[in-house]
């Protein structure tokens, strides 16, 4: 949405008063700013208020830069709250890691290369260079870092120098095979997106599929969430699923999977560049 | 199908070999059966066969009390064979267990009163009194046993005297909230159908909305499979999901899924009385 | 939401300005109602703002019986609004009309009986006297009104009569077999719920699940809709679909259709009875 | 299945009669033919059997180029047969036509580089060069036929001759705007697959997403079907949807619709490819 107009977008969360929700819209009314987008939730058992807002720049008479000052003057710390300001002009910067497997790399770059997604991607970082040649294909640098028991730190620390110098603001795990380190997720809290190929919380680590097949099920999924501290435990994002039949094997679970785990990475994906996922207390508020 | 025809229904699992498919449907067609059903699934990783085949009787120049020894002498130990024999004129005798939740019960009901289920249903069973009214409407005997800690046993062993007495031959949990002993579960092997409130294997065992709220899951679902000893780990024989929102409360997720649970759990009694499930090895093969 | 409070229910749509929310939750907050919903809308097309608003009466300081006067006064009249106020512990009226089938029916007593529905249904009307017996199971008066093309007109006004002097608020067709005509549907305008058996707008009118199978769909469907005086063709309220395969016959698209029917018009008519649906140049909005 | 063994595949269809399925297993089994896939469909209305067998080549003793001859003598005439034989080492040679829109197009390319299709494609088709550079990424020929209403029948005859030259097997409509015209319909009876941009049969022609906003829809869709000569009512291989809400506009729906024609698509190519699908009196038998 709007994306020809210059638009400021604030993501709210904090503890719920009566107020909050008209002395904000009556903030941006006031000055100008015509609203493009406005959704809000209560959560009544957290006793908690989100939101988020998005106005058009054009005649808002509070410069661009003070913007995020006023507000926090005005409202921040009146409710106590946790508040994000972007631009839409802005392009969140984003990491690509991926292992040996295409089909989330392809989907992302295809829409990447058409221009759908409002990011910049400066490169992919893989621990094998099978898909190197994906990345060339789609003209973006692509780093190989192998990664063993012993060099992983040192792995990672490169990683993450490579991501400082390049003002990475998040980073997609498009089926990277390795477990982040506590290091790395300390540096990108509520900033690194996994695809699980399994319907969390069932099937949590290694090879769920095979698990899936072992256990019978009749239904498969594929979950998108943030990564913490505790594997594939963190905050869910997006979850698609689709049926399976006793005449599927552990190969068709996974063929089925892919297209499953592919569109929810990138549903999941593009709802974080938009601005529109908000996490808190290990869950999230996806705004439509 | 072939509701008005007398018709035999054959459900089989043996070894794999080559020749079982043709053998089988020879021999009903040369003794002038007329093969209304055919299905048949081979698992290469276990290497075994299943099959389905239904035929009318009226032409069948074997009669019907022999149809049993004769396949068992030609076919069944020739190939190691596990099979059962069915008339689809013979309807089976069902017990309904519940206890205080009625959606799945009036589900069942509903279907039952309107002749559209194979079966006999000639009593209910509850721990507690609260549905005896539904019990009452429909004009089915509703027994009460009352259970606690102490009388489980007793109560269990009267509630199988009265299964016996009245022939039962499968037991459906229509959301009754009580660990099933094991003693009754091996009297009915693959013969008690439960309905779990969630999709499973996650949240196994009490207050899985409860669970599914607490991580924030996007998708909720429920799951029908045959009770075995170990809890809520038994052969799946159907499932369904939901979507959920943040937007959603613990309220809200029972209700939608008690949607999900009734219909999930008559579509798994109405394939298990249209002896369209086979369970080995504690998977499903559900025929269409 | 808020079974045991008084609550006050606002259904708002106007033309878009800045400000109206702002204005309303203002109202609601300075005269001390405690919001325990809100939701809203802006359709940009259609320059057109919608809004669900609920608060608890309890510290509300403007008297009950004045609250419809004030709001129109300060609000109504300014923003050229369209709005309805409901009270939570005033149940509206609902009239069932079914015909042969009963599966909507009992899904929609069994909720009913169960309490789960804040409403009242003081009879049920058909054009022929087969499921009568279901009536008198749910102790709920049932009115006969066999129909002919020459008696249609005489007999809906008897109904009408009947709903009336009832004063019934909406209409639910519970797979009722018969079109209304356009005196019942001027009186009760977007106030008769339809469940049509497919996915619309595929398949209108008669025997759709024949039409679907003719046409050799892989997925049919459910709707339920507000009735308008063009068939089948009047706002959406909820779809839900499921899959079929070739091995589908027209009868067991029909035992698969049922299963969706009675879940979609259930939700449908809680929505409705929740106040959750707005209807505006046929399209719904429906709230969460 | 299957994917390094030489295999061969039957897929027939005929009236039914007591014994076909006995008679072709039994002739692959007698020749030592090792059965990897069997699946069969009675159409009990049409009196028609389906079959989809495939064999492993390595031991069966009728000689690769005589199996079709021999199985015409032996079966196909007695039992008036429709029947194809292909070898899994024969790969389908398959066009691609597009227009201006990537989604389809990627998502094909993107198995298509992986080799998971087992499929070639010499060559893409479009009456516009804007997704040129695409073929030029993964290195396949890209032929444009600009196409107005005066060069409309030379251009596609210069396609067709393209095709022939290039033997190729079956097409690909990958979101191709042009109406096909009745030459080369006919000249790939069954064997030019389109996907439409909705739930067929509703929104039938141009610009669906449109129509179904103004329609008010809970549920958009998309299907792939066979192109036949009238517009898009040709037998449907698979279909699939996604909800949307009165949150959603125009452009949202195109966004979400766009997921879902890649991957319907993809997966009826897919079921092509892989000798599944049936066509047969405007419906599919499509194999698992």
Redesign the interface.
């Known amino acids: ?1 709007a994306k020809n107009k210059q638009t400021a977008i604030l993501l709210i969360h904090c503890p719920d008063k ?2 909050i ?2 002395a904000v ?2 903030f941006i ?1 006031v000055n100008k700013g ?3 987008y ?1 959704d ?6 957290q006793n908690t208020f ?1 939101m988020r807002i998005e106005w058009d720049l054009a005649d808002f008479i509070i410069p661009r830069d003070k913007i995020e000052e006023y507000f926090f003057t005005l409202f921040g710390q009146k409710y106590d709250m946790n508040f994000n300001l972007y631009f839409s002009d802005v392009k969140p910067r984003m990491a690509l890691f991926v292992s040996k497997m ?2 989330c790399l ?2 992302i770059l ?1 829409r990447y290369s ?1 221009g759908e997604l409002n990011v910049e991607i400066p490169f992919i970082v893989s621990n094998h260079s099978d898909l190197e040649w994906i990345g060339e ?2 003209g973006i640098p692509f780093h190989v870092f192998p990664i063993t028991k012993e060099n992983k730190k040192e792995q990672e620390e490169k990683e993450m120098a490579l991501m400082r110098e390049n003002n990475i603001d998040f980073i997609v795990l498009a089926r990277y095979m390795q477990i982040i380190s506590e290091d790395m997720i300390k540096e990108y809290p509520n900033k690194i997106i996994n695809i699980h190929h399994s ?5 949590i680590g290694a090879k769920p599929y095979h698990a899936a097949y072992e ?5 498969i ?1 594929a979950t998108s969430h943030y990564v913490t501290t505790e594997l594939d435990a963190g ?7 689709v ?1 399976v ?3 599927d ?1 552990v ?1 068709s679970f996974i063929h089925k999977g892919q ?1 499953l785990e592919k ?1 929810v990475l ?2 999941a994906v593009e709802k974080h560049i938009d601005r529109k996922v908000l996490a808190f207390k ?5 705004f ?1």
């Open positions: 949405m009566q107020g929700l008209a819209t009556n009314n015509n609203v493009l406005l809000q939730h209560v959560d009544y058992e989100f295409s089909h392809f989907d295809s058409m294909k789609f319907f969390l919380p069932a099937f256990r019978g099920v009749k239904i999924g905050p869910i994002i997006e979850q698609d699923v049926r039949t006793h005449k094997t190969k297209d569109i990138s549903r290990n869950k999230t508020v996806v439509s």
